[in-house]
């Protein structure tokens, strides 16, 4: 595998970016055809959540800063602090709601199809989360 150069520091452009803070830390090709890896740096204000949505393949992620609610759909509702990692499944819809009082900060890192939008909005339905 060549490694490339890293990309520029950007803004995320996707259906989240309206929503809150992204900023692409990295982009580049993985080992497997047909597949990116994009590491992400999300900003998320006290009180405010992503809103349901997907992503095109896996999301390996890592709170840096502040606690999170994390819902999956299908798994139970778990509350992440600094320093906690999670996963999410390809296509498999969640949300993320910072607790607060500080404005939560994770690195999250994509294993996902090239070409396709980095996240996409789905309906909002808090029963999607198993119980906690």
């Known amino acids: 595998m060549t490694v490339s150069e890293p990309a520029p520091v950007l803004r995320a452009i996707d259906e989240l970016a309206g929503r809150l803070s992204r900023t692409e830390v990295q982009r580049g090709p993985f080992s497997v055809p047909g597949r990116e890896i994009v590491q ?18 896996e999301e390996v992620g890592y709170v840096l800063a502040g606690t999170v609610e994390l819902q999956v759909e299908g798994l139970p509702t778990r509350t992440l602090h600094a320093g906690e990692g999670f ?13 607060g009082p500080g404005t939560g ?3 999250s890192t994509y294993l996902v199809e090239t070409g396709q939008p980095l ?9 999607r989360a198993g119980a906690g």
């Open 119 to 127: 996240a996409t909005l789905t309906a909002s339905c808090a029963r």
């Open 87 to 99: 996963l999410v499944p390809p296509r498999t819809p969640h949300d993320a709601r910072d607790l």
């Open 40 to 57: 992400v740096l999300t900003e998320l204000p006290a009180g405010l959540d992503s809103g349901w949505h997907t992503h095109p393949g």
């Open 105 to 107: 900060r994770l690195l």
